[in-house]
Protein backbone atom coordinates (compact mmCIF):
# COMPACT_ATOMS: atom_id res chain seq x y z
CA UNK A 1 0.00 0.00 0.00
CA UNK A 2 1.39 3.72 -1.17
CA UNK A 3 1.66 5.79 1.89
CA UNK A 4 0.52 9.41 1.15
CA UNK A 5 2.66 11.83 0.44
CA UNK A 6 2.46 14.95 2.83
CA UNK A 7 2.33 18.14 0.19
CA UNK A 8 1.36 20.42 3.05
CA UNK A 9 0.82 20.89 6.91
CA UNK A 10 -2.89 21.48 6.24
CA UNK A 11 -3.86 19.08 2.77
CA UNK A 12 -3.20 15.58 2.99
CA UNK A 13 -2.84 13.50 -0.10
CA UNK A 14 -6.25 11.76 -1.48
CA UNK A 15 -5.65 9.58 -4.02
CA UNK A 16 -2.90 8.01 -6.42
CA UNK A 17 -2.71 7.02 -10.21
CA UNK A 18 -0.49 3.78 -11.46
CA UNK A 19 1.12 4.86 -14.68
CA UNK A 20 3.31 2.39 -15.95
CA UNK A 21 5.06 1.58 -12.48
CA UNK A 22 5.17 5.07 -11.92
CA UNK A 23 2.49 5.31 -8.59
CA UNK A 24 1.38 9.56 -8.73
CA UNK A 25 0.04 10.53 -5.23
CA UNK A 26 -2.70 13.10 -5.85
CA UNK A 27 -3.28 15.78 -3.67
CA UNK A 28 -7.32 16.58 -2.31
CA UNK A 29 -7.14 19.56 -4.81
CA UNK A 30 -5.92 17.45 -7.74
CA UNK A 31 -8.44 14.61 -7.29
CA UNK A 32 -11.09 17.11 -7.51
CA UNK A 33 -10.19 18.70 -10.78
CA UNK A 34 -10.20 15.08 -12.82
CA UNK A 35 -7.26 15.85 -13.80
CA UNK A 36 -6.10 12.85 -16.78
CA UNK A 37 -3.45 11.88 -14.89
CA UNK A 38 -1.60 9.51 -17.96
CA UNK A 39 -1.73 12.38 -19.95
CA UNK A 40 0.06 15.23 -17.83
CA UNK A 41 2.62 12.71 -17.01
CA UNK A 42 3.56 11.70 -21.19
CA UNK A 43 3.38 15.97 -21.05
CA UNK A 44 5.92 15.92 -18.17
CA UNK A 45 7.76 13.37 -20.37
CA UNK A 46 7.77 14.84 -23.39
CA UNK A 47 8.23 18.85 -22.59
CA UNK A 48 10.52 20.95 -24.32
CA UNK A 49 9.13 24.24 -23.10
CA UNK A 50 12.22 24.50 -20.56
CA UNK A 51 14.69 23.71 -22.51
CA UNK A 52 13.23 25.76 -25.28
CA UNK A 53 13.21 29.11 -23.11
CA UNK A 54 16.85 28.38 -22.92
CA UNK A 55 17.36 28.50 -26.38
CA UNK A 56 15.38 31.47 -26.78
CA UNK A 57 18.11 33.56 -25.65
CA UNK A 58 20.22 33.00 -28.28
CA UNK A 59 17.88 35.33 -30.74
CA UNK A 60 16.72 37.90 -28.61
CA UNK A 61 18.53 40.95 -26.79
CA UNK A 62 18.56 40.84 -23.13
CA UNK A 63 20.44 42.31 -19.78
CA UNK A 64 21.76 40.14 -17.22
CA UNK A 65 23.52 39.97 -13.83
CA UNK A 66 25.94 37.62 -12.93
CA UNK A 67 27.36 36.57 -9.63
CA UNK A 68 29.50 33.86 -9.76
CA UNK A 69 32.00 33.07 -6.58
CA UNK A 70 34.45 29.71 -5.96
CA UNK A 71 34.77 28.72 -2.52
CA UNK A 72 37.44 27.25 -0.33
CA UNK A 73 36.78 24.08 1.15
CA UNK A 74 35.40 26.04 4.42
CA UNK A 75 32.83 27.96 1.59
CA UNK A 76 34.73 31.03 1.70
CA UNK A 77 35.33 32.84 -1.58
CA UNK A 78 38.07 32.60 -3.18
CA UNK A 79 37.05 33.87 -6.43
CA UNK A 80 34.57 35.93 -7.97
CA UNK A 81 33.25 37.64 -10.90
CA UNK A 82 30.35 39.96 -10.59
CA UNK A 83 28.99 41.83 -13.78
CA UNK A 84 25.85 43.68 -15.57
CA UNK A 85 25.84 42.24 -19.20
CA UNK A 86 23.83 43.14 -22.59
CA UNK A 87 23.17 40.91 -25.15
CA UNK A 88 22.21 42.46 -28.97
CA UNK A 89 20.32 41.03 -31.35
CA UNK A 90 20.79 42.47 -35.13
CA UNK A 91 19.89 40.49 -38.15
CA UNK A 92 20.29 36.88 -36.49
CA UNK A 93 23.60 37.36 -34.93
CA UNK A 94 24.26 37.91 -30.92
CA UNK A 95 27.01 40.34 -29.36
CA UNK A 96 27.49 41.07 -25.35
CA UNK A 97 28.71 44.22 -23.93
CA UNK A 98 29.89 44.44 -20.10
CA UNK A 99 29.15 47.60 -19.14
CA UNK A 100 30.12 46.79 -15.17
CA UNK A 101 32.48 44.33 -13.94
CA UNK A 102 34.63 44.00 -10.87
CA UNK A 103 36.31 40.28 -10.45
CA UNK A 104 38.54 38.98 -7.28
CA UNK A 105 40.91 36.28 -6.98
CA UNK A 106 42.27 33.82 -9.95
CA UNK A 107 38.28 34.09 -11.36
CA UNK A 108 40.28 34.38 -14.78
CA UNK A 109 43.64 33.25 -16.37
CA UNK A 110 46.42 35.47 -17.63
CA UNK A 111 45.04 35.16 -21.20
CA UNK A 112 41.65 35.68 -19.74
CA UNK A 113 39.71 33.23 -20.10
CA UNK A 114 38.01 31.40 -17.00
CA UNK A 115 40.12 29.38 -14.57
CA UNK A 116 37.26 27.74 -13.38
CA UNK A 117 35.07 24.38 -14.95
CA UNK A 118 31.95 25.98 -13.17
CA UNK A 119 32.83 29.60 -14.75
CA UNK A 120 33.22 27.93 -18.05
CA UNK A 121 29.89 26.47 -17.87
CA UNK A 122 28.44 29.55 -16.97
CA UNK A 123 30.02 31.60 -19.94
CA UNK A 124 28.65 29.64 -22.49
CA UNK A 125 25.05 29.64 -21.17
CA UNK A 126 25.02 33.31 -20.74
CA UNK A 127 27.70 34.99 -21.88
CA UNK A 128 28.64 35.44 -25.91
CA UNK A 129 32.41 35.97 -27.22
CA UNK A 130 32.37 37.83 -30.32
CA UNK A 131 29.79 37.58 -32.87
CA UNK A 132 27.41 34.74 -32.84
CA UNK A 133 25.39 34.27 -36.10
CA UNK A 134 22.89 31.74 -37.17
CA UNK A 135 21.07 30.27 -34.12
CA UNK A 136 17.34 29.77 -33.72
CA UNK A 137 15.23 28.33 -30.96
CA UNK A 138 14.02 25.26 -32.55
CA UNK A 139 13.90 22.36 -30.55
CA UNK A 140 15.12 19.14 -32.57
CA UNK A 141 15.17 14.99 -31.45
CA UNK A 142 18.58 15.53 -30.91
CA UNK A 143 19.66 18.71 -28.80
CA UNK A 144 22.77 16.72 -26.94
CA UNK A 145 25.25 14.81 -28.47
CA UNK A 146 28.84 14.36 -26.71
CA UNK A 147 30.09 12.84 -30.43
CA UNK A 148 33.08 14.51 -31.32
CA UNK A 149 33.53 16.44 -28.16
CA UNK A 150 36.41 15.52 -25.97
CA UNK A 151 37.66 17.48 -22.75
CA UNK A 152 35.74 20.72 -21.61
CA UNK A 153 33.77 20.65 -24.47
CA UNK A 154 32.15 17.07 -23.84
CA UNK A 155 31.93 17.71 -19.92
CA UNK A 156 29.82 20.99 -20.94
CA UNK A 157 27.65 18.67 -22.71
CA UNK A 158 27.06 16.18 -20.44
CA UNK A 159 26.19 19.12 -18.27
CA UNK A 160 23.66 20.40 -20.29
CA UNK A 161 22.18 17.38 -20.72
CA UNK A 162 21.70 17.10 -17.21
CA UNK A 163 20.45 20.35 -16.56
CA UNK A 164 18.42 20.81 -19.69
CA UNK A 165 16.77 17.53 -19.92
CA UNK A 166 16.16 16.46 -16.37
CA UNK A 167 14.72 12.78 -16.14
CA UNK A 168 15.62 11.71 -19.94
CA UNK A 169 18.33 9.10 -20.82
CA UNK A 170 21.94 10.45 -20.93
CA UNK A 171 24.01 8.44 -23.71
CA UNK A 172 27.57 8.95 -23.06
CA UNK A 173 27.50 10.27 -19.22
CA UNK A 174 29.91 7.26 -17.57
CA UNK A 175 28.26 4.77 -15.14
CA UNK A 176 25.44 7.25 -14.93
CA UNK A 177 23.35 7.09 -18.48
CA UNK A 178 20.22 4.89 -17.56
CA UNK A 179 20.12 6.25 -13.99
CA UNK A 180 18.25 9.80 -14.87
CA UNK A 181 15.48 8.26 -16.84
CA UNK A 182 12.95 8.78 -14.27
CA UNK A 183 9.76 7.31 -15.68
CA UNK A 184 11.75 4.01 -17.13
CA UNK A 185 9.97 1.11 -15.14
CA UNK A 186 13.80 0.07 -12.98
CA UNK A 187 14.26 3.95 -11.84
CA UNK A 188 10.19 5.01 -11.71
CA UNK A 189 9.99 2.47 -8.49
CA UNK A 190 12.47 4.28 -7.08
CA UNK A 191 10.66 7.47 -6.19
CA UNK A 192 7.71 8.42 -4.72
CA UNK A 193 6.05 11.25 -7.56
CA UNK A 194 3.39 13.74 -6.23
CA UNK A 195 0.99 16.37 -7.83
CA UNK A 196 -0.14 19.14 -6.34
CA UNK A 197 -1.92 22.58 -7.38
CA UNK A 198 -1.02 26.28 -6.22
CA UNK A 199 0.00 29.32 -7.45
CA UNK A 200 3.17 30.73 -8.76
CA UNK A 201 4.18 34.07 -9.34
CA UNK A 202 0.04 34.35 -9.73
CA UNK A 203 -0.14 31.58 -12.31
CA UNK A 204 -2.37 28.63 -11.43
CA UNK A 205 -0.08 25.35 -11.32
CA UNK A 206 0.03 21.53 -11.62
CA UNK A 207 3.48 20.89 -9.31
CA UNK A 208 4.63 17.89 -10.03
CA UNK A 209 7.37 16.80 -7.73
CA UNK A 210 9.39 13.23 -7.41
CA UNK A 211 11.66 12.76 -4.18
CA UNK A 212 13.97 9.94 -3.96
CA UNK A 213 13.22 6.95 -2.03
CA UNK A 214 16.08 6.73 0.78
CA UNK A 215 16.93 3.34 0.66
CA UNK A 216 17.74 4.11 -3.43
CA UNK A 217 19.46 7.56 -2.94
CA UNK A 218 22.88 5.83 -4.23
CA UNK A 219 21.25 4.10 -7.53
CA UNK A 220 20.12 7.51 -8.85
CA UNK A 221 21.16 10.87 -9.93
CA UNK A 222 18.27 13.23 -9.70
CA UNK A 223 17.78 13.17 -6.14
CA UNK A 224 14.50 15.64 -6.15
CA UNK A 225 12.88 17.59 -8.65
CA UNK A 226 9.74 19.67 -8.52
CA UNK A 227 8.39 21.43 -11.40
CA UNK A 228 5.66 24.31 -11.55
CA UNK A 229 3.65 23.59 -15.13
CA UNK A 230 1.24 26.48 -15.54
CA UNK A 231 -2.10 24.93 -16.07
CA UNK A 232 -3.78 26.10 -18.92
CA UNK A 233 -0.32 26.08 -20.84
CA UNK A 234 1.72 23.20 -19.71
CA UNK A 235 4.62 25.42 -19.68
CA UNK A 236 7.13 24.65 -17.16
CA UNK A 237 6.72 28.01 -14.65
CA UNK A 238 9.54 27.11 -12.31
CA UNK A 239 11.83 24.05 -11.15
CA UNK A 240 13.94 23.49 -8.63
CA UNK A 241 15.87 20.05 -8.43
CA UNK A 242 18.86 18.06 -6.59
CA UNK A 243 21.40 16.15 -8.25
CA UNK A 244 24.11 13.69 -6.97
CA UNK A 245 26.02 11.04 -7.83
CA UNK A 246 29.43 9.38 -7.14
CA UNK A 247 31.20 7.69 -9.72
CA UNK A 248 34.51 7.60 -8.65
CA UNK A 249 36.62 9.21 -11.60
CA UNK A 250 34.16 11.99 -10.54
CA UNK A 251 31.32 13.33 -8.56
CA UNK A 252 29.26 16.18 -7.89
CA UNK A 253 26.32 17.17 -6.06
CA UNK A 254 24.70 20.21 -7.60
CA UNK A 255 20.85 22.05 -6.38
CA UNK A 256 19.85 24.78 -9.02
CA UNK A 257 16.31 27.12 -8.89
CA UNK A 258 15.18 27.88 -12.34
CA UNK A 259 11.94 30.74 -12.81
CA UNK A 260 10.81 31.90 -15.94
CA UNK A 261 8.51 34.45 -17.11
CA UNK A 262 7.53 35.62 -21.03
CA UNK A 263 8.74 38.13 -22.72
CA UNK A 264 5.62 38.89 -25.54
CA UNK A 265 4.72 35.14 -26.64
CA UNK A 266 8.36 33.62 -25.45
CA UNK A 267 8.97 32.26 -22.02
CA UNK A 268 12.15 32.78 -21.03
CA UNK A 269 14.07 32.15 -18.06
CA UNK A 270 14.36 35.34 -15.51
CA UNK A 271 16.12 33.60 -12.53
CA UNK A 272 18.48 31.02 -12.02
CA UNK A 273 20.51 29.95 -9.27
CA UNK A 274 23.27 27.34 -8.52
CA UNK A 275 24.75 25.88 -5.63
CA UNK A 276 27.73 22.92 -7.19
CA UNK A 277 30.30 20.99 -5.87
CA UNK A 278 32.15 19.05 -8.70
CA UNK A 279 35.17 16.48 -8.85
CA UNK A 280 35.74 15.55 -12.50
CA UNK A 281 39.05 13.58 -13.26
CA UNK A 282 42.29 14.87 -13.43
CA UNK A 283 40.49 18.27 -12.35
CA UNK A 284 40.94 19.81 -8.71
CA UNK A 285 37.11 20.27 -7.00
CA UNK A 286 35.46 22.97 -7.46
CA UNK A 287 32.65 24.26 -5.00
CA UNK A 288 30.51 27.17 -7.23
CA UNK A 289 27.30 29.32 -6.52
CA UNK A 290 26.25 31.80 -8.94
CA UNK A 291 22.44 33.60 -9.60
CA UNK A 292 22.09 34.90 -13.26
CA UNK A 293 19.25 37.73 -13.20
CA UNK A 294 18.01 38.44 -16.61
CA UNK A 295 15.80 41.00 -17.67
CA UNK A 296 14.99 43.82 -20.40
CA UNK A 297 14.48 41.43 -22.98
CA UNK A 298 13.75 42.97 -26.54
CA UNK A 299 14.29 41.39 -30.24
Known amino acids: MLLPFVVSAQQKAADSVTVGKNIITLSTVVANTKLNVPNFIDIVK ?26 DKNNNTEASLYSKTKQTEHNGCRTMQTLEQQTSGDIFTSD ?13 LFFTKDSVCGENNIVGSK ?48 YDMNIDMDAYNKTSCYIFTITVKPEYKSDVVIDEMKTWFDDSTYEVVA ?3 AL ?28 MRYNGNW ?21
Open 46 to 71: KDTSFYKAFKILHILGFTALNDIRML
Open 112 to 124: SNFNYYTAQMYAS
Open 143 to 190: EFSTEDKTGIEEHKEQLKMLFFDPGKKINGLPFISNKTAIFDDDIATK
Open 239 to 241: RNY
Open 244 to 271: SYDAGIYDFNVKMEVQMTHYKNYLVPAL
Open 279 to 299: KVFLKSRERGVFTATLFDFND
